[in-house]
């Protein structure tokens, strides 16, 4: 089973950044597509970000393509999210995920516990 452990969220002004970080351990780490989702209260998971590839390739939701990006560092088993000019209605709960190649990226078979992330002025 993999854990996952989320960090670096907080709050930050519209048009600022935060690079949040994802930590697992388990069964290797490079087995697994990682990828990001956000909850915010009273709304409906939405998928963020993810690998869709062994070869790395990647895929956003629309809402946030060209503001962030997903990257990973196997030595480190680590995930990252790189969020830029975030905006209010991207304040959520965001959480890695880690799913099996076979399965669909909007799909995962773990998850961390999450990290806050408010934009607010």
């Known amino acids: 089973q993999v854990q996952l452990v989320e960090s670096g969220g907080g709050l930050v002004q519209p048009g600022g950044s935060l690079r949040l970080s994802c930590a697992a351990s388990?069964?290797?780490?490079?087995?697994?597509?990682m990828g990001w989702f956000r909850q915010a209260p009273g709304k409906e998971r939405e998928f963020v970000a993810a690998f869709s590839s062994i070869g790395g390739r990647t895929v956003y939701a629309d809402s946030v393509l060209g503001r962030f990006t997903i990257s990973r560092d196997n030595a480190k088993n680590t995930v990252y999210l790189q969020m830029n000019s975030l905006k209010p209605e991207d304040t959520a709960l965001y959480y890695c995920?880690?799913?099996?190649?076979?399965?669909?990226?909007?799909?995962?078979?773990?998850r961390g516990q999450g990290t806050q992330v408010t934009v607010s002025s």
């Open positions: 388990g069964p290797t780490f490079s087995s697994y597509a």
């Open positions: 995920a880690a799913r099996t190649w076979s399965r669909p990226v909007e799909e995962y078979d773990y």
